[in-house]
């Protein structure tokens, strides 16, 4: 085999790993609630990717008023949600995300993806808010149905 080809294939390896690689990543920062409460959320808009994990649980406020996610099975993950999501204020504490409302200690069945706290995407927000793993949310629906997409990838 020539040189010029085992050179063409290790410049194609390379450029094929480091595109599977590269999505884009939020950029997490934090909304603050009517009593001093925090929701983690990206700052930056979605990107193409389209995550494919679940996340069935409630959501609940952590010892620090962060809220945070408890599967059915009882594990706690944090929880970062979709920019411009924010507190709204009405029948208790609630959570505004695009166009749906999500209640704290009521079941939920979200669609996106995990990341670990090594992964360092979470450098920004408070200690209080970091859980080993934490939830990227991109998709909304309820409890034990089927989940729509909130966006369609470009």
């Not at 409302?101 to 939920?108: G, I, S």
Request: charged share 20%; with cysteine; net charge negative.
């Amino acid at each position: 085999m020539s040189r010029t080809r085992v050179r063409a294939g290790a410049v194609a390896a390379v450029l094929l790993t480091a595109g599977c690689g590269w999505i884009p990543q939020p950029k997490p920062g934090t909304e603050s609630g009517p009593d001093g409460e925090l929701l983690v959320v990206s700052r930056t808009g979605p990107g193409d990717a389209v995550m494919q994990a679940l996340f069935e649980g409630t959501l609940f406020l952590n010892e620090n008023g962060c809220v945070a996610g408890r599967t059915l099975d009882g594990y706690e993950v944090g929880m970062l949600f979709p920019q411009g999501s924010h507190f709204e204020s009405g029948d208790g504490l609630l959570i505004q995300s695009e166009d749906h409302q999500l209640a704290l200690d009521v079941p939920v069945a979200l669609g996106g993806g995990f990341t670990s706290l090594d992964e360092g995407r979470l450098s920004d927000v408070p200690d209080g808010c970091k859980y080993e793993e934490t939830f990227m949310v991109q998709t909304f629906g309820t409890a034990g149905s089927y989940i729509t997409p909130s966006h369609s990838p470009n």
